[in-house]
């Protein structure tokens, strides 16, 4: 068997178009533009890309996109204070800070001064306490993205078997909420799971997202499954230079699922169109 390719590319530009024409009406009908402020500190250069990119794709769908790039030693009392200012801005309908930060401010507390209403990623501990509680909250946008492309390619996933490998609060745990949410028999597996390979066996769904480059192979795959594959990994190549892999061995994991996300062009374009999509839809219930 050699597994359908789910393109993530595609299915992002198609998700972007869906805002833009979305943002245009909203602009003719109600005036209104919806503003996405980005807030970067330090000099990380993944960090600087994917912010880059954002600010990008943040005008491209007819948003306004403002970035703040703060200095590496910048204070938390002056963090705090920029990110007060954006909660209070009614131009400002979605606020994002970018991770990780550096060292010496405190993650948790930053994230939590962000206006629920405004907090895009879904970060904010009482968005996550809604998530979990199946209420109407802000979604992390990488796990939206992986639930968007499982639905689109199996439809319903209600008693599906999905084994989501990682325990992070930016992948893992939302995921693990989204699949339960649709009905799925949820396995959160992590660096103590025992027998990883049988759990990862038994899955329908398996959504990689560890940031081992390759750790799952082939033969732990269940024939037929869907693999989505969070992971993006530089590696050396053999012959000199780099190149970006998955979580998932590719080639081995193709040659077995029903469906796969290859990387790059899988989840990653996913992740910015939900940034996106969030964005408005922060737009819309902010302004009734
Ligand atoms: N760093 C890596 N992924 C993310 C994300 O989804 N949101 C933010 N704010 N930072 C990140």
Redesign the pocket.
């Known amino acids: 068997m050699s597994a359908q390719i789910i393109d993530g590319k595609a299915f992002a530009a198609r998700v972007r178009e869906q805002v833009a024409e979305h943002v245009a009406r909203l602009n003719r009908d109600h005036g209104l533009k919806p503003g996405l402020a980005v807030v970067l500190v330090g000099e990380d250069p993944a960090?600087q890309v994917?912010v880059r990119s954002k600010g990008k794709q943040t005008v491209e769908v007819g948003m306004n996109s403002y970035e703040h790039k703060l200095d590496a030693d910048t204070s938390e009392a002056d963090l705090l204070a920029l990110i007060d200012r954006l909660n209070n801005d009614p131009a400002v309908n979605g606020i994002?800070?970018?991770?990780?930060l550096p060292k010496h401010l405190n993650e948790d507390l930053v994230i939590n001064s962000i206006d629920p209403a405004k907090d895009v990623?879904g970060?904010h501990i009482s968005n996550v306490g809604l998530l979990g509680t199946g209420q109407k909250s802000m979604v992390?946008?990488?796990p939206l993205g992986c639930l968007m492309m499982l639905r689109d390619h199996l439809g319903s996933l209600s008693g599906l078997d999905a084994v989501v490998i990682g325990r992070s609060n930016?992948v893992g745990k939302p995921m693990s909420q989204l699949l339960l949410g649709d009905s799925c028999t949820v396995t959160i597996a992590h660096s103590r799971t025992k027998d990883l390979p049988d759990v990862v066996r038994r899955a329908d769904i398996v959504v990689a997202a560890v940031g081992r480059p390759q750790m799952v192979p082939g033969d732990w795959i269940k024939p037929g499954a869907t693999v989505i594959d969070v992971g993006i990994n530089r590696i050396d190549k053999p012959d000199g230079g780099t190149r970006l892999v998955g979580d998932v061995d590719y080639d081995s994991c193709a040659a077995v699922a029903g469906a796969i996300t290859p990387v790059p062009g899988g989840v990653g374009p996913m992740?910015i169109a939900c940034l996106l999509a969030n964005t408005l839809t922060a737009t819309c219930r902010a302004n009734g």
């Open positions: 960090s994917y994002l800070v970018q991770l990780p990623d970060f992390p946008c990488t930016i992740t």
